[in-house]
Nanobody
Framework: QVQLVESGGGSVQAGGSLRLSCADS????????AGWFRQAPGKEREGVAV????????YYADSVKGRFTISQDNAKNTLYLQMNNVKPEDTAKYYC?????????????????WGQGTQVTVSS
């Protein structure tokens, strides 16, 4: 059974850094596209970054390009999101997810396995 568990969220000042982790008990990262999404209060869930199963290709939302980096450690069955130079507008609950069907793109409806989320709060 697939179980995704996020960690690493918290409160940070603008300009600071955080690293989110997502542990996958089922070891499915090695064969599937995976990604990070976020949802702020009153807003729809949006894609942040995705990484293809090979790990060689990544895609980022324009709002985080150059600041966030998605990576995976297949030996540890763990997905990461390194967040640098964070901004108040990055405040949201962050979720990791694994693709169920479709192309590896930041479309939440394509992803079938989700973690419970971890809160990130950035203060100015």
């Amino acid at each position: 059974q697939v179980q995704l568990v996020e960690s690493g969220g918290g409160s940070v000042q603008a300009g600071g850094s955080l690293r989110l982790s997502c542990a996958d008990s089922g070891g499915i990262y090695t064969n599937n596209c995976a990604g990070w999404f976020r949802q702020a209060p009153g807003k729809e869930r949006e894609g942040v970054a995705v990484i293809e199963a090979s790990g060689r290709t990544t895609y980022y939302a324009d709002s985080v390009k150059g600041r966030f980096t998605i990576s995976q450690d297949n030996a540890k069955n763990t997905l990461y999101l390194q967040m640098n130079n964070v901004k108040p507008e990055d405040t949201a609950k962050y979720y990791c997810a694994v693709l169920l069907a479709g192309p590896c793109r930041m479309v939440p409806q394509y992803f079938g396995y989700w973690g419970q989320g971890t809160q990130v709060t950035v203060s100015s």
